[in-house]
């Protein structure tokens, strides 16, 4: 249990009070990527040991046999993710600019309010 | 104002997280479990040519994986095109000061050159076709932000955007097709006859330089066209108020 996983627990919490608790839509869409960039901290702190060059070849061809890369594969796992997050991302805001033109407004409470 | 409830939920969320992540594996240990992780970082360099271990998952070992995001972006590019009809909005803004734009007028050629290196070194590199093309993307973004966007419409109009975003996605399938006829597999790299040139030079690595240059083609345009498909529509709103 280290500061890093830590900080990724931390700013998931954070994420997910402020979806719990936020009538703003778009405070929610930022709560939601708070949450995807704790999961991709735990990912990239996951691949890696303190120490650990990433894992890129060095330029020069004899390489020496101490360096040690971190693992490749999450890293190229929260490349994926980030892809994610971006497509999610942006159909989240489009929902909220057509909420926003339905009701004038982003705020859920005002909605459900408007709805009954 | 701290609402109870959430406070229910998160705190023993937290606990349970705090004692599930302090159970895993240190590094050391999780090194000798992976065995995928082993192969790559001893034989990746040889298996493909990339000296970037990232983009040799990625585009060769991960390959069919990575044709799955390309996917993802396109199925978000058509759902936020549905959600914004597709007609086309006659007025939008006049674009910044003409200090502004000629500032970045000059900047734009390094913007674009700048997404070009990190696309063609991704496998040398940090970098690739995802991270480049997203430098890609923000450069369509700045010229709409900056020169208005009926002015960008005119650099790269909106069909043109929708056919390099669907060109990158084909050639991605056709370059793995290419594999699947020469006999190594779908998007198979070096087994399907693609050179694999010295490591560490720019012609290395077979076919991913070429994935790479066609996952940024296709996600530049990508995000490009969430983004117009986007402004053009609050721009409407503004004018309707």
């Not at chain 2, 992976?34 to 001893?42: C, E, F, T």
């Not at chain 2, 993802?72 to 502004?100: D, H, K, M, Q, Y």
Request: charged content about 15%.
């Amino acid at each position: 249990m280290t500061l890093d996983y830590g900080t990724a627990i931390a700013l998931l919490c954070l994420g997910l009070y402020c979806v719990m608790t936020k009538t703003d839509l778009i405070k929610i869409v930022i709560g939601i990527n708070i949450m995807e960039s704790a999961i991709l901290l735990f990912l990239v702190r996951l691949a890696a040991a303190p120490g650990d060059r990433a894992p890129i070849y060095p330029a020069e061809s004899n390489v020496p046999p101490a360096i040690v890369f971190a693992d490749p594969i999450p890293q190229a796992l929260s490349l994926t993710q980030i892809v994610i997050n971006a497509a999610i991302t942006a159909i989240m805001l489009s929902f909220v600019v057509k909420l926003y033109q339905s009701y004038r407004t982003i705020d859920l409470a005002e909605i459900r309010r408007i709805q009954h | 104002m701290i609402k109870p409830l959430s406070i229910v939920v998160l705190v023993p969320l937290a606990v349970v997280l705090c004692f599930a992540l302090s159970a895993l594996p240190t590094p050391a240990e999780r090194k000798e479990l992976g065995i995928a992780s082993k192969h790559i970082r001893a034989h990746g360099v040889n298996d493909t040519g990339a000296m970037n271990l990232v983009a040799a998952v990625l585009f060769d070992y991960r390959g069919f994986d990575t044709l799955g995001e390309v996917t993802v972006i396109f199925s978000a590019v058509a759902s936020v095109g549905l959600l914004f009809s597709v007609r086309r909005l006659p007025n939008t803004s006049e674009g910044l000061s003409t200090i502004t734009k000629r500032s970045i007028g000059a900047l734009v050629p390094f913007i674009f050159l700048v997404g070009f290196y990190i696309v063609m070194h991704g496998h040398l590199s940090p970098g690739g076709g995802f991270q480049g093309g997203v430098i890609w993307g923000s450069l369509l973004i700045l010229l709409g932000i900056v020169y208005g966007s009926r002015y960008a419409e005119g650099v790269v109009a909106k069909e043109s955007r929708t056919v390099m975003e669907s060109l990158g996605a084909l050639a991605f399938l056709g370059l793995g097709c290419v594999g699947l006829f020469a006999g190594g597999g779908f998007l198979a790299n070096l087994a399907a006859g693609y050179p694999r040139g010295t490591p560490g030079a720019i012609t290395s690595a077979g076919v991913i330089p070429l994935l790479s240059l066609m996952v940024g083609i296709k996600i530049g345009a990508g995000l490009a066209a969430i983004f117009y498909a986007m402004v053009n529509e609050g721009m409407e709103v503004d004018n309707d108020a």
